[in-house]
Nanobody
Framework: VQLQASGGGLVQAGGYLRLSCVAS????????MGWFRRAPGKEREFVTS????????DYAASVKGRFTISRDNSKNTMYLQMNSLEPEDTAVYYC???????????????WGQGTLVTVSS
């Protein structure tokens, strides 16, 4: 499994960005996808997760109401729409895939290389 994340960049506070993650996976695979992030000087933290059907979605409290996760299984692609960005959202965002659970976590086996999001005040 290979994951390619994109869409990061520099944005002012209050602005928005859309991250994408394309997964190269075996045909007929079903898997949960999600995002983690690591801010400068902080531990890596869970951001959001979406199950294969999209029926189960979870958000960290810090992003709920501002971020929206979605996926297009025909394209093996996941999206993260990030609105009302705050300087505290500055981090490297990692795409994560897990074929064995409904919510990605630290134990999930597949991680992308990360894309940097910088929010200026």
């Amino acid at each position: 499994v290979q994951l390619q994340a994109s869409g990061g960049g520099l944005v002012q506070a209050g602005g928005y960005l859309r991250l994408s993650c394309v997964a190269s996976v075996p045909t007929s695979s079903t898997y949960t996808m999600g995002w983690f992030r690591r801010a400068p000087g902080k531990e890596r933290e869970f951001v959001t997760s979406i199950s294969w059907t999209g029926g189960t979605i979870d958000y960290a409290a810090s992003v709920k109401g501002r971020f929206t996760i979605s996926r297009d299984n025909s394209k093996n692609t996941m999206y993260l729409q990030m609105n009302s960005l705050e300087p505290e959202d500055t981090a490297v965002y990692y795409c994560v895939v897990d074929p064995a659970t409904w919510r990605v976590g630290e134990q999930s086996p597949y991680w992308g290389q990360g894309t940097l999001v910088t929010v200026s005040s």
